[in-house]
């Protein structure tokens, strides 16, 4: 027998559906600071970068050819590649492709990763449409905004309940980035967010597998199919997002609406976005930080570590709490495997996460001497680390904010840096030097095709 | 703060989702009774009728105006319609059409509408791999097998959340059908429901507009798409389903785990399908059938009626409350609309839920004197008649199990006369006929193509 009992119903939310439209379309180009374009600017850097690197990886093969199976049409360009598909499947693999190695960016207030469901959509329709730079970060500014106050909303609840936020709350900054891109009015533009909404996607469960990053990328394809079909006069519930049985009720029992309301237009979440420089998940990024600095402060090599003591917020054990990862993207998720590559070899990259590295004998043999220990007086950024040497030294160090945070934020040649790295191998150095410049400068071009040029394979 | 507070953890879960996957691939080709097969064929057929009726509505219009923006392959027939689109996408237009008039079938344990999410992904896929009828309707049993027992671990309580169960679950019944038909091995199979279960779609909030319909259509195609995507090698959580943070987990708090591995292969949950005689929300028929029944045994007129009080669980009132519908999709989420044109006209077909009726003057006066009221002693497949008439007399019926019901079902010249009032409009009496003749009987075709001929336009 179905009752109601279950949900809760707050008949009197604001219409926060109608208001996100309103803004995504209204909002004047580069209405914004100076320094929220420039954080836009990186963030966009670094999704292509993050896009690039794994284009080849066995994720992003399996994807596209089940893709190929539609014998799709050649729409839009898959970064670090050569073939293109249609707009829709094209947004699909490079989302996927950019969280493959779990590199990119996080806002930290939801641990949403915001560019791949938006950059991933605005480039494939914008390539398509042939849309200037400067259209293409307006629209990635909106969309992230649209996603990440509505996980501002709803977070940690929906988070907490299992959803992976990214791909549950990323159709709708995609939806809102590709109905401004299609020029829609508000009305179309509230029905796309709308279609969205009936879409989320991701399990938390996923994670340690090719479903994790299949999440932003199945989201940026949902909110460009939603916001197409907006185009054509589908319809959807005017109050998806807020009904009593609309997204946010149904998949949280927190719902804050001034989250959503309050300065829409004149805060910039975008501003608070932040880059990994290790290539795992965020929440261990000051354990990784606080061991790479007692290596170098000490010149600590692998043999004269004893033991290692990471307190940490139970979030972290949590999220990437696996003790014995068989595999490179299983490591991704382990504390213990990740401080102990950060000892041994000073830094925490892609090529530390391979099943080779996983499963040498020195990393198993210094990760079975990691342990970690819930301290949730800890903050879930920080983390306290104790180090017992075998020539009898206790070594410590407390790390507040981790390099690649907010209070820390990676430099400019640390992004560059890190783009390179990861897009050379796959496209060589020269033109992953001109696609970071051209990345990085998107706006003052009147077209995408410097982009696409450089940022992929001649087919 | 990220806390677990919210997710019930049963750690000990059966392991389902292998289960499910060794099910759909291994359990042999019409390995059940003559009675399930049979009804296997009513279920395909009356989804093949429903599919047609609405292919020129402007909801299948928009949404394949939004597909054609992909330029996608011909690679499968839309019914009703002269064109192809890709696999996937045929997928999910036919889908979103055989939904379109809420007038396909009901699993009435849990008011999934069984069908469309496994019919369009398996015809899609099925015309496109040239499979046999047979293949076609052991994908369909076995789909729906999934999606059902999945369905009734988890309702009630999913669906008081405000999920629309027919898309939450149906994308794990077409990703278990498409893994059968491409014979994807048990572990691959696996992997398939387990991409599918990152894409649940569907919020009740939406009823009343174009994306209701579109949720079995967008569930056939997510499970389309990750039976491919499981093809080639992607992967997902093994307990994708069952984990602490699996699926069934995080969007219900009743998971009961027997209602899937209880008798699994030996009961089928197809044979409990059942067909609907009106246009409109399933809960409304037994007030419409005893509308009807009144209406013939005393030759009411409209002007005969002063007062019409019908009594049902509350229910009927949350689902199908609608007061005032302003346009035919609406009406079909009121009882009170539904109850007056059974009156009016002794029927509620397609045709009575239009704009003009909705708005008719006739039908104005008489839903002003139709009284809703709840009474939760009354079973929400029942429904509890008064009417007062204008010269005194009061009327009154009980109506146990509607027309239609597991326990009423409509016959075979029933159903083939609901589908040749829905195709004839579209594709003429004489394709009409055959469309059903063969739809009916489609295990005896040794391949899809008369079943495509006859239930299509030529191009």
Not at 292 to 302: A, M, T, V, W
Not at 387 to 416: W, Y
Request: aromatic share 6%; net charge negative; glycine share 8%.
């Amino acid at each position: 027998m179905a009752t109601n009992t279950s949900v809760k119903a707050d008949q009197d939310a604001p219409a926060v559906t109608e208001m996100l439209a309103r803004f995504a379309v209204n909002h004047p180009s580069r209405g914004w600071s100076d320094e929220v374009d420039k954080e836009a600017h990186r963030t966009f850097a670094n999704w292509v970068g993050c896009a690039i690197g794994p284009s080849t990886h066995e994720t992003v093969v399996a994807a596209l050819a089940a893709v190929k199976e539609l014998s799709p049409a050649g729409q839009a360009s898959l970064l670090g590649r050569s073939e293109k598909v249609d707009i829709a499947n094209a947004a699909l693999l490079n989302g996927i492709s950019s969280h493959t190695f779990d590199f990119d960016d996080t806002h930290l207030k939801t641990i949403i990763h915001p560019a791949g469901p938006v950059a991933s959509a605005v480039l494939s329709l914008g390539e398509h449409l042939d849309i200037s730079g400067r259209d293409l970060i307006d629209a990635l500014v909106i969309g992230i905004e649209v996603s990440c106050r509505v996980g501002n909303a709803i977070y940690p609840d929906h988070y907490d309940r299992g959803w992976h936020i990214t791909g549950s709350t990323g159709m709708l900054g995609s939806a809102a980035a590709c109905a401004r891109l299609l020029k829609l009015d508000p009305a179309r533009t509230q029905m796309a967010l709308g279609i969205a909404a009936s879409q989320p996607i991701g399990l938390r469960e996923q994670f340690g597998t090719m479903t994790k990053p299949f999440h932003p990328g199945g989201a940026a394809k949902v909110g460009l199919m939603s916001a197409l079909m907006a185009k054509h006069g589908y319809t959807a519930s005017k109050r998806a997002l807020e009904a009593p049985r609309g997204l946010m009720q149904v998949f949280s029992n927190k719902t804050d609406w001034s989250e959503i309301t309050d300065r829409l237009g004149e805060t910039w979440e975008i501003a608070l976005n932040t880059y990994k420089p290790f290539a795992c998940g965020i929440v261990i990024h000051p354990g990784i930080d606080g061991c790479i600095q007692l290596r170098e402060q000490h010149k600590l090599k692998p043999g004269d570590i004893k033991k290692v003591t990471v307190k940490v917020h139970s979030l972290v054990l949590e999220l990437t709490g696996k003790k014995t990862p068989a595999t490179g993207l299983e490591s991704k998720f382990s504390v213990y495997h990740s401080c102990a590559v950060g000892l041994i070899y000073g830094r925490a990259g892609e090529h530390e996460y391979t099943d080779e590295v996983v499963n040498s004998a020195q990393v198993l043999a210094l990760r079975a001497k990691v342990e970690a220990i819930v301290d949730n007086s800890i903050d879930e950024a920080s983390s306290d680390i104790h180090i017992q040497t075998t020539d009898g030294r206790a070594l410590h160090i407390f790390v507040e904010h981790a390099i690649g945070s907010v209070q820390r934020p990676m430099s400019e040649a640390q992004l560059k840096a890190k783009f390179v790295d990861q897009s050379a191998p796959v496209l060589g150095e020269e033109k992953s030097q001109k696609a970071w410049t051209v990345a990085s400068g998107i706006a003052s071009c009147s077209d995408l095709k410097q982009l696409i040029t450089s940022a992929t394979k001649a087919p």
